[in-house]
């Protein structure tokens, strides 16, 4: 099994080699084969492990090599296999596979082919490292390495000034958790002289609940799950991002990057139930990212923007979710959002390609005609996330929904408003882009074609797995077994068993009626947002609307942004003007050229000593023989 474990890594790099070192030698097309079939072996590979371990009792631990041995301190490069690991394995290579393959055809006019498919296996790479790691320093290294390839296949086309600085903005800011990340991991190391899982959680337990430590050691994880899950106040990197190409926004969205903070919350979920006070600033991070984005969402024209919004309001579920001890609920939201949002995301890419690059929804319209097979696979994607069943996103969000009204009528309360405003703004941009006239110009209209094969293909597997992905964990009013908590079920065990408050779940009865009131309130927007938006009556609104403060201030996303570049980027950028005039030309500079001048000044003077003269240079060696001599004699 240590040798499998190795392949589903050394596969995506291995792809990453080939395409990065032969992207001037190989063919553009053997590159995108070479990389896409490296990853469908890895998720063969992954399904293989699933198989297999389908009956461990317990995780298992593979050893590679170790990688620092420090007098007392040894750091193993080891593997963890669980049912979460193979959940996230299957995730990542799967959906991972599918978008490469996605990638062949919408990239086939790009030039930089090669480098594109090098980066997006590093990627995969980097983020099965992440998964499979057995502790947090090798998490780290793949946590590092997601946020390293997000910057590159953000910023890919590069000569683009604003794409680079949304890629910069991306790195930075997940520099910012990375942060609270590895002051985390020192002080784990500090408490329990230890950075394996394994060793960490079972000490973990002898530790007092509601402990400092704890509560610093899991504040200083959230704040790096936070960055790289983009929630408030680390998540304005995320729209930004939709700069790079469309497969990258969805391989980020999907199953990479923005999924790592609640796989490693869910992993540490331990150290987080013995935090009580950490797992209600998750509630509330996460109910209320989620809220945040969806208003936000509902203004935006961009139809990446808005599905990048869409993102950090799902993700704000699925914390939210985690905050509520209701791990196996956040990862079956985790695996379901991977399909429909993956689906959502190549959807609008087919939308683009075909408007060659138009992204705004107001010069969109009537594509339904043109575009038959995108509509219904896009429609799909709609309904699943909207939360209707039986498409897989209505089963995902229930069970978080019916975790919040275990713990409070008012938090489950806010989550449904959650859910109203996803439909809102969701069937709003599915109106706009696919109802009514095309409302481009008639140029743009003549050039309209549905996406070729290889494009297509993906988005009808992704459309039948939002359709179909659901039945891995049915309601208990379904009268079926829930697969998915079954096998999750070890992994989070002890964590529920150490809970101060384990989630109250409603009975059958009730989680029917609730929801039943909330598919009701769902259907019912829906109409609303159709009467507003099918037949394109309304495009921004009312003007008298368009001119009140609250469409001003939410069109402009609450000009958090703005805010953010008053109170830290100008502050910054100033004190670092000072610091350079100040401190580096003033004093460092003077100091480094002092000591250069200086040299060239007492090489200036000692240069007349070299004279060539043999009776000059055994003078001064003379005068040398007796100043040593002299030296000696006061020394006596």
Known sequence: MTFILALILCFPLAGFLLSGLGFKLIPPRITAIIASGTILISFLLSVFTTIFTQHLTGPQIHHLFTWISINRITLNFDLLVDPL????????????????????????????????????????????????????????????????????????????????????????????????????????????????????????????????????????????????SAQIPLYT????????????????????????????????????????????????????TALFAGIVAIFQNDIKKILAYSTISQLGYMFMALGLGAFTGAMFHLTTHAFFKALLFLGAGSVIHALKGEQDIRKMGGLRKYLPKTWWTFLIGTISIAGIPPFAGFFSKDEILSAAFGNSLILWAFAVVGVVLTSFYMFRMLFLVFSGAFRGSDEKREQINESSVAMIFPMVILAFLSFAGGLMDLPEYTGISSWLSSYL???????????????????????????????????IVILISYSMFGKNQILSGDKKVEQSFIKRLVVNKFFIDELYEILVVKPTMYLSDVFYRWVEVRFIDRIINGIGNLAIRVGNILRFLQTGHVGFYLFVMVLGIIGILIFNIMLI
């Open 489 to 523: 079920n070890p992994v989070f065990a002890d964590s529920m068993a150490l809970m101060q408050s384990s989630p109250h779940l409603p009975d059958q009865l009730t989680e029917l009626l609730l929801a039943g009131f909330t598919m009701t309130t769902v259907l």
């Open 85 to 228: 690991t193979c959940i996230m394995l299957l995730i990542i290579t799967g959906v991972g596979f599918i978008i490469h393959v996605y990638s062949i055809g919408y990239m086939k006019e790009d030039k930089g082919q090669n480098r594109f498919f090098a980066y997006m296996n590093l990627f995969v790479f980097s983020m099965l490292l992440l998964v499979m790691a057995s502790n947090y320093a090798i998490m780290f290294i793949g946590w590092e390495g997601v946020g390293l390839c997000s910057y590159l296949l953000i910023g890919f086309w590069y000569k683009d000034h604003n794409f680079n600085n949304a890629a910069k903005k991306a790195f930075i800011m997940n520099r910012i958790g990375d942060l609270g990340f590895l002051l985390g991991m020192f002080f784990l190391f500090t408490t329990f002289g230890s950075l394996d899982f394994l060793k960490i959680f079972h000490l973990a337990k002898n530790i007092p609940a509601g402990s400092g430590i704890l509560i610093a050691i899991t504040l200083l994880l959230l704040l790096g799950a936070v960055g790289k």
């Open 237 to 288: 990197w995320l729209p930004d991002a939709m700069a790079g190409p469309t497969p990258v926004s969805a391989l980020i969205h999907a199953a990479t990057m923005v999924t790592a903070g609640v796989y490693m919350v869910a992993r540490s979920s331990i150290l987080y139930v013995l935090a009580p006070s950490t797992m209600m600033v998750i509630i509330f991070v996460g109910l209320f």
